[in-house]
């Protein structure tokens, strides 16, 4: 199945596999730094790759962007991405430091936003695996930050074009008096979306 | 019009920008100015005729059909578009003139050694398939960790390559 044939009952699991994962980076978020990080799913639905530009500004806005490979009984992707301001904010909020505080996006604070990427897609990765009763690790994380069509191509061309749907999951960062949106995009292999959705009931 | 020499600004604002989508190309005439937008491991291949101030851009996703891909354009992959295009080219003249530029074929992500490789294959792909055409290649600004977005300047045959990282350069 392509994610574009998915129906609402469908998204709405994989949506659930977004609330339950997050909720357990949101705990180990917490405990490494010390102080309340919140992270819920708004919302989960279908873009296709071609038209993500349009919702960012365009092919050339600068985004910081983590990418991890699902590997084990089900294969595709997660790219984990950020506009540049929206970064910045991040870095802001996981420090508990006021928006705006944050500047650049020197060595240290590309660690924080790749270490928090890292956690959030590792427990979706570990929920879908719970959930739906496969084997997967995530690869280790690759990093880049520039021109958001540069980076959604080269995730793209990996995946073959067999994906040329995403699954995007809105992951809300919440501290007291901060909240900042990133963008999950979960690109399955075709096959594997349906072993997922067999396994939690929802074929 | 404009006779596009200036040089502070690249083009006035009534020529022609047309852009060439991902895994596309176009064809265009000078005064109109061909560009395409973010290329990563992708190429930007330009083909220029001197004689005639015409040429075209392509923003080349993969090699060859065999490196993935059921549905969707041909015109994405190296071996199919290269020909295409300068094909579509030399209709209207000998293709003995035609002269390449070609930009792109990065490592976007650092830390995964398959992504990196996709932009290597790419630029061995669309050197070959040049060669077999025998369209030299006369600059370009290819490979590193950077995205790039280009423009093919139609009178003087000009590569504009614009980056986060190097600002503007012209090939």
Not at chain 1, 110 to 129: D, F, K
Not at chain 2, 1 to 20: F, H, K, L, N, S
Request: with cysteine.
């Amino acid at each position: 199945m392509r994610p574009e044939e998915l129906s609402d009952l469908q998204l709405d699991a994989i949506r659930e596999l977004g609330s339950v994962g997050v909720g357990h980076a949101a705990t180990a978020l917490s405990q490494i730094l010390g102080h309340f990080v919140g992270i819920s799913v708004p919302e989960a639905r279908i873009v296709a790759v071609s038209d993500v530009p349009s919702m960012y500004g365009g092919a050339e806005t600068l985004v910081a962007a983590v990418y991890t490979r699902i590997l084990g009984d089900i294969e595709g992707g997660i790219l984990f991405m950020m506009p540049r301001d929206a970064v910045l904010g991040l870095v802001d909020l996981l420090r508990s430091r006021p928006p705006g505080s944050t500047k650049t996006l020197g060595n240290e604070e590309e660690a924080i936003a790749v270490h928090a990427a890292t956690l959030l897609i590792s427990a979706y990765v570990a929920a879908m695996g719970r959930m739906a009763d496969v084997n997967v690790l995530p690869s280790s994380p690759a990093f880049a930050y520039d021109m958001m069509g540069a980076v959604l191509e080269v995730v793209t061309s990996e995946i073959g074009m067999k994906a040329d749907t995403a699954i995007l999951v809105t992951a809300r960062f919440m501290e007291e008096d901060a909240a900042v949106d990133a963008a999950l995009f979960y690109l399955p292999d075709p096959d594997s979306l349906d072993v997922v959705l067999g396994k939690m009931g929802v074929a | 019009m404009t006779d596009g020499t200036a040089t502070g600004t690249p083009y006035a604002e009534d020529v022609e920008v047309i852009r060439v989508s991902t895994g596309e190309y176009a064809i265009a005439q000078y005064p109109q100015v061909l560009m395409t937008l973010a290329l990563g491991s992708c190429v930007g291949v330009a083909l220029w005729d001197p004689g005639l101030r015409r040429g075209g851009l392509a923003h080349v996703m993969l090699p060859t059909p065999s490196d993935g891909g059921r549905t969707g354009s041909l015109m994405r992959f190296a071996s199919e578009v290269i020909p295409e295009m300068a094909g579509a080219l030399v209709q209207h003249t000998s293709g003995r003139r035609l002269v390449a530029k070609i930009a792109g074929g990065a490592a976007m992500f650092r830390g995964d050694s398959r992504l990196a490789g996709v932009g290597d294959r790419n630029l061995e792909e669309v050197r070959k398939q040049l060669l077999l055409l025998r369209i030299p290649i006369l600059a370009e600004d290819t490979g590193g960790s950077h995205a790039r977005t280009v423009e093919l300047h139609l009178d003087t045959g000009v590569m504009v390559v614009r980056s986060y990282k190097f600002g503007i350069k012209e090939l």
